[in-house]
DNA sequence: CAAAAAACTGACAGTCATGTCAGCTATTTG
DNA sequence: CAAATAGCTGACATGACTGTCAGTTTTTTG
C-alpha cells in the first residue's frame, strides 16, 4: 500500500519524458506571456497538443508545474556566474560574463520574464530559496569582486551594486524586449544587436570601474 | 437622451474624487502585488473600505481601472527625462537624472512594478503608446546625448543603449527590490542606501562614458 | 500473448470573478 | 423643502478555471 503510493516517484518510460519536455516547453512560454495567474492549464495543453486532463496527469497542479519550471531557471542561471574565482582577471571575468549574460537573455527570454515576473510580484513561491540559498551565493560572489578591489585591480565599487547592476542591464534585454525593440525601430533583435549590447555594456561598466577592455 | 448618456462625462463632488483617488491607491498595490490577471476588483474593494459594486460604479471595468493607472504612471515618469536638452552639461544632466529616478524607485515602486509588468507579458494594454509616442520621444532624448557626443563632451557610446542601462539599472531597485532586500540581508532599503545607489551608479556610469563627477 | 503497468480521458464538483441592473438612499440645489 | 442628481447596493446571469476520479485504452514486459 505505502508502495503503490510511491509508485508514481518512478519517472519511466519514453512517453513520460517527451511529454513532460513538451509541457514544460509549452509552459514557459504561456507562463511567460501571462504571469502565473494568467496562465491556463487549458491552454498550456492546446500548446503542447495535449489534452488538458492529460497535462494534470503528468504534473498534479498548475503550481507543481510553474515551480519545476522556476528552480529549472535559477539553477541554469547561477551557473554561469558560479565559476568565477578571485584567481581570475576581473577584465575577462566580468567581461565574459556579462556577454554570457546578455546571450542568455538572447536564447532563454521566456525563464528570464517568469523570474521577472515572481519578484516583481513579491516571489510568493521562492521564499525559501530567498531566504536560505540566496544570499549566502551572493555573498561568496560579491566576495569574489571585493577581492579585486582589495588586490588594487579595479576601483572601490560596491560589489553588491555592481553585480545588480550587471543583471539589470543585462536581463533588461529579455524582460524589455518589447520595450527596447520598439525604441530601436525594429521588431526583433538580431544576432549583431545583442553583440553590440554586449560590447556597449562591458565598455561602459568595465571603464566605469577602472578596468581596461581585454583586447580579444 | 444622448444628452443622459453624457451626464457621467461630468466628473463632479468631492464624494466622487475622494473615492475614486482611494480606489486608485487600492489598485496600484493590488496590481502591483498580483498583476493584472491576479488582481481581483473585490481585493480593491476590501483595500478601498469599500463594496466591490460601488468600485464599478466609479470604473466600468477593471481594465478601465488598470488603465487609468497605467496611464498616469508613463505621464509621471517621462517628466524627468523630458527636460534634459543639449545645453546641459551632461555630467550634471546625467547625475541628476540617475539621481531622480533612483528616488523614484524608492517613492514610486507600485507604479514601477505595475509598468515593467505590463511590458514583460506583451504590453497588450500599451501597444498604442509604444507604435507612436514612444519611439519620437525617445529619438529625442537620444538626440540630446548624441550631441554631447558630437560636441567632444563625452564617449560616443550608443545613446539607445546608455539609456536602457540608466533605465535598467535604476528601476531595478523598483521591481527586484525583494532580491535586492535579500542579497543585502535588509528587511528594507533605507534613505541612505537609495543614496549609496545612486552615488554608485553615477561613479560608474558617468566614468564609465568618459564623464567626470560633478562636484557637489 | 496475457498480465501488469502506464497513459489517457469524459464527466463532474466546486470555486471565484466579472459585469449588469433595478431600485434604493443620501446629497445637492433651486 | 421638494425635485433632481449623485451615490450606493443586493441579486443575478454568466463564464472560466482548477482539480479529481472512475473507467478505458495503449504500451510494456515476463
Redesign the interface.
Known amino acids: 500500500m505505502a508502495k503503490d503510493s510511491r509508485a508514481k516517484v518512478y519517472k519511466s518510460g519514453r512517453i513520460r519524458l517527451d511529454n513532460e519536455a513538451q509541457i514544460l516547453r509549452s509552459a514557459e512560454q504561456e507562463f ?7 496562465a491556463s492549464i487549458n491552454s498550456i495543453a492546446k500548446r503542447a497538443g495535449i489534452p488538458r486532463t492529460n497535462v494534470h496527469y503528468y504534473f498534479n497542479s498548475k503550481l507543481d508545474l510553474y515551480m519545476a519550471i522556476l528552480t529549472g531557471v535559477i539553477e541554469l542561471w547561477n551557473d554561469a556566474f558560479s565559476r568565477i574565482t578571485a584567481d581570475d582577471d576581473p577584465a575577462e571575468a566580468l567581461g565574459a560574463y556579462i556577454h554570457a549574460k546578455v546571450m542568455y537573455s538572447r536564447s532563454n527570454p521566456h525563464a528570464s ?1 517568469i523570474f ?2 515572481e ?5 510568493p513561491n521562492l521564499s525559501v530559496y ?2 536560505k540559498e ?2 549566502p551565493w ?1 555573498n561568496a560572489k560579491a566576495g569574489v569582486i571585493q577581492a579585486w578591489i582589495e588586490q588594487g585591480k579595479m ?1 572601490a ?2 560589489p ?6 550587471i ?3 543585462t ?3 529579455a ?2 524586449n ?3 525593440c ?4 525594429k521588431s526583433k533583435l538580431t544576432s549583431n544587436d545583442y553583440e ?2 554586449s560590447d ?2 562591458t ?8 578596468l581596461k577592455l581585454p583586447d580579444k
Chains 1, 2 share one sequence.
Open positions: 511567460a506571456e501571462h504571469g502565473f495567474q494568467g520574464k521577472a515576473s519578484i516583481i510580484h513579491g516571489a530567498f531566504k540566496f544570499r551572493f576601483d565599487v560596491d553588491y551594486y555592481l553585480i545588480f547592476l543583471w539589470s542591464a536581463q533588461h534585454y524582460d524589455f518589447l520595450q527596447v520598439a525604441g530601436l525601430g553590440d549590447v556597449n555594456l565598455r561602459i561598466i568595465l571603464k566605469g570601474c577602472g
